[in-house]
């Protein structure tokens, strides 16, 4: 599913370098659900940022399904990551002038289909993650756990293959945080299709809900 080979990511920061991933190679295979965990500037992020498609490696290669990210044109990366490609992040994202019901659209909506069309679907994972009666509601009436559960709406809407979770609950307390969690973890799979799912954390609780579970630090796999 995704293959990382020899990837090299280095960010320049008041006159030197800082080197994010080192000679890092990694694969994830299909319906994985692979936990990341390292310290605070251990490379998770762009980890996560490099699967995605939102940045590109200054040396190695990322593949998708046999195919590098790099070779792609950016409107081939912009539809994989609406279509293929599902994101949670740690402080939502959420538009907050759309409701929640057009927050879990708009992936949809953007690739052109129409909100009236892609109701069912909306509603059925608003109603997945306990959030029926919340619809109407703009993000600011939501508790962060209940706006957590709109983004994992958001990010399975278009049927992804793959879902990249970044610290999903480290903007939660600990009980919202597993309860969110298991939230995830069940709708990965809940419609019988096998998502790949993976997730960098700081946290060992978090991590107890993946298959496997890889060390990040400096750069590199421990």
Do not use: C, W
Request: glycine share 12%; net charge neutral; proline share 4%.
């Amino acid at each position: 599913m995704i293959r990382f080979e020899k990837v090299r990511k280095v960010f320049p920061q008041g006159g030197r370098e800082i080197v994010a991933l080192d000679d890092l190679s990694l694969e994830i295979g299909e319906g994985e659900f692979v936990v990341v965990m390292g310290p605070s500037g251990s490379g998770k992020s762009t980890l996560l940022h490099l699967a995605g498609g939102l940045d590109l490696p200054d040396a190695g290669r990322v593949t998708v399904d046999g195919t590098s990210m790099a070779e792609m044109t950016d409107r081939e990366l912009t539809l994989l990551r609406r279509r293929r490609i599902g994101f949670v992040f740690q402080f939502f994202n959420l538009i907050p002038t759309l409701s929640v019901e057009e927050n879990v659209a708009l992936p949809l909506l953007l690739d052109g289909e129409r909100l009236r069309g892609a109701r069912d679907r909306v509603h059925k994972l608003l109603d997945d993650v306990g959030l029926a009666d919340r619809r109407g509601h703009l993000p600011e009436q939501l508790s962060g756990g209940e706006m957590q559960r709109v983004a994992i709406a958001r990010a399975l809407v278009t049927n992804p293959a793959l879902v990249l979770a970044d610290e999903p609950t480290g903007n939660l307390d600990s009980v919202t945080g597993r309860e969110i969690l298991e939230v995830l973890r069940r709708l990965i799979g809940g419609d019988g299709r096998r998502r790949t799912v993976l997730m960098a954390t700081h946290n060992a609780a978090a991590a107890e809900y993946g298959d496997r579970t890889l060390l990040l630090r400096d750069g590199r796999l421990q």
